[in-house]
């Protein structure tokens, strides 16, 4: 099943959600740069609000709600990012929250999200069981729904990045974006190859959570049974029928990088560009590092960074003690 989302959409969630967000920086890399293409661009979606691309389809999902299910609340699970930008977007919007986490989400997660006003309840050992869970909490208590991926608006919301990429950048010729759930990159892509079709889309996974790169490969929708990889934000067990319907239609290829790639990228981030950034935010990164994609062909690729949500802590740590903090050991 294909799904087609058009270009005006994108162009008219831009407008709603441009009060509310940042149009956030395009990086290029110094010119005596040697590790990675010296014509790359990176998209800082980590100075976002809330700390990540998340915020641009909370917004949309938000914004579009009639004033009684503003009134009642909203409710979502995530990894940790999509929940902080319901959290953050509900606390400009004046709208109750309730965010679902699994069990394993770090306390770090759990007071950011609470900051805001959000109500916080830790479920499952994934994001896929705090998902169940918040979807029959959202049933008992009628109260809307906000999907972490699996939402047009949602979509439409993340895909403006696209817009704003080569609004900024005109001569963008392939991007590298991580895919989790896959509304990012389903989102990204769609609106960029609907206005500028020969933009080659690179999509970016852990190997402990491939559920994008197995789909692909059947052709079909196919989860994975266990998730393992300190980048919780792209950990979902399936992506769905829509974020991967997009994709398949408009990426090119999903390449795959371990946690060890992912917390190398993340020093390398601030050695060379003074960016602190979470594992789902080095993991292009880490793709451009291990020289597995094919890049040097293009002549002006972006890395889209994702997300920054992360301890500095992490950076500086041992590989070990670094995958200890993310994972929520300490």
Not at 305 to 327: E, H, K, P, R, T
Request: net charge negative; charged share 20%; aromatic share 6%.
């Amino acid at each position: 099943m294909s799904y087609s989302i058009p270009l005006e959409a994108f162009v008219a969630a831009r407008e709603r959600i441009a009060p509310y967000i940042r149009h956030t920086p395009m990086l290029p890399m110094p010119l005596v740069h040697r590790d990675v293409h010296p014509r790359i661009h990176f998209k800082l979606e980590n100075m976002q609000v809330s700390g990540s691309f998340k915020a641009r389809g909370v917004f949309n999902t938000l914004l579009q709600l009639d004033p009684s299910q503003r009134q009642r609340g909203v409710i979502t699970a995530s990894g940790g990012n999509h929940g902080l930008a319901l959290a953050y977007a509900a606390n400009r919007l004046d709208v109750p929250a309730i965010v679902y986490l699994p069990e394993r989400a770090s306390e770090d997660r759990v007071m950011r999200i609470a900051r805001y006003g959000a109500k916080v309840i830790k479920h499952g050992e994934a994001w896929d069981d705090a998902n169940a869970r918040a979807l029959e909490h959202a049933a008992a208590e009628g109260l809307a729904y906000v999907p972490a991926f699996d939402g047009v608006s949602v979509v439409e919301g993340q895909g403006t990045v696209g817009l704003e990429m080569l609004e900024d950048l005109p001569d963008m010729d392939c991007l590298l974006v991580a895919v989790g759930g896959g509304g990012l990159i389903a989102g990204a892509s769609a609106a960029i190859r609907q206005k500028k079709p020969g933009v080659t889309i690179i999509g970016v996974e852990p190997v402990g959570a491939p559920s994008m790169s197995k789909s692909l490969a059947a052709g079909c929708r196919t989860g994975v049974q266990q998730v393992r990889t300190i980048a919780d934000t792209l950990a979902p067990r399936s992506v769905s029928e829509l974020t991967f319907g997009v994709t398949r239609q408009y990426v090119d290829t999903v390449h795959l990088i371990d946690d060890r790639q992912m917390v190398q990228a993340m020093r390398w981030l601030w050695a060379e560009c003074n960016q602190i950034v979470e594992p789902a935010g080095a993991a292009v990164v880490a793709a451009l590092l291990d020289g597995g994609v094919p890049i040097s062909k293009y002549e002006c690729p972006v890395a889209l960074i994702c997300g920054g949500n992360a301890a500095a802590d992490c950076v500086f740590a041992s590989y070990q003690q670094a995958a200890d903090m993310l994972m929520g050991i300490n």
